[in-house]
């Protein structure tokens, strides 16, 4: 069997920032409360490991009640500013890992917002990322799902005033470059900025190229991440056989009867992980 990995694959400069955080976190404060504010990636292998060394999720909704002076990790997709208030009001440590790309969409949002012009932010509305990036907005802004929602969006004065378009880091490129068309179409005004993740466009590439080399692709992730959904829905439509797994232990007995299999992995998938998948393909090679 012949095994090929992905060009791009795997953690994000982002995420392997917030995880290289968290793990310095738990190593400076043995014995003390290390939090994150909600799943610290989407990748469920990863937090167990992570939940060994001692690290807790904590959710907003308990934020009222964490014992103070915890140290609190905020993770790459960012939060609103009211959640750092409360976290500041309980006299928490505040570890901030939100993605620099994340926090600069929020300045944006922060600016453009609040301003004259009229912000509309597309993206999975209830995703970590945007529900984060709305908190920062004034009251010029829209947030839209999907294209269906764009084209039924309508802004008053709409000639008089400069439309900002951006997106969720990790959004579909080909649903953006819709919304863009179509706004590009309708209003006079409009800037764009492009604030999808280059590492979300290059992996889809890196897979189309490998798709083209191989019989079937396993894409390594969790369940809930979005990149990685995106990435099997690629998959599918460019190779006959395609898998979606979490770990080695699920890799489908199809594969290792392929002369050829492909490895790609999403943005919150640990290197250790696809390693592992490597090794039991090259186990039956």
């Given amino acids: 069997m012949k095994i090929i990995r992905a060009s791009v694959l795997g953690f994000c400069f982002g995420v392997r920032r917030a995880v290289e955080l968290a793990e310095k ?9 290390v939090f994150s504010l909600g799943p610290l990636i989407h990748n469920e292998n990863a937090l167990l490991e992570l939940e060994r060394k001692g690290l807790s999720i904590l959710y907003e909704k308990d934020l009222a009640s964490v014992e103070k002076g915890s140290v609190v990790i905020i993770r790459a997709h960012g939060v609103a500013p009211q959640v750092i208030k409360a976290l500041e009001a309980r006299d928490c440590r505040i570890i901030d890992a939100t993605c620099p790309r994340v926090k600069a969409s929020q300045k944006m949002v922060e600016r453009y917002s609040n301003q004259d ?17 709305a908190g920062y907005a004034g009251s010029n802004f829209s947030q ?13 004065d709409a000639d008089s005033k400069n439309v900002i378009l951006l997106s ?41 190229e490998l798709c083209s080399q191989v019989e079937g692709v396993l894409v390594v992730g969790g369940k809930s991440s979005a990149n990685t959904k995106r990435l099997f829905q690629t998959a599918t439509e460019n190779c006959k056989y395609a898998a979606h797994i979490q770990s080695d232990k699920d890799i489908p007995q199809v594969f290792f009867t392929l002369s050829s299999v492909g490895i790609t992995a999403g943005a919150s998938t640990p290197d250790q992980i696809i390693e592992k998948v490597e090794k039991a393909l090259a186990s039956h090679a």
């Fill in 25 to 33: 976190a738990l190593s400076e404060n043995p014995g003390q409360k």
């Fill in 117 to 133: 012009d009229y912000v509309v932010l597309t993206g999975d509305r209830n995703h970590g990322e945007v529900i984060g990036i």
């Fill in 168 to 208: 969720q880091t990790t959004y579909s490129p080909k649903e953006f470059e819709k919304i863009e068309e179509l706004f590009k179409g309708r209003f006079k005004n409009i800037a764009v900025m492009n604030t999808i993740c280059p590492a979300t466009n290059e992996r889809q590439k890196a897979l189309k």
């Fill in 144 to 156: 839209l799902q999907d294209y269906n929602e764009a084209q039924s969006f309508e802004l008053d």
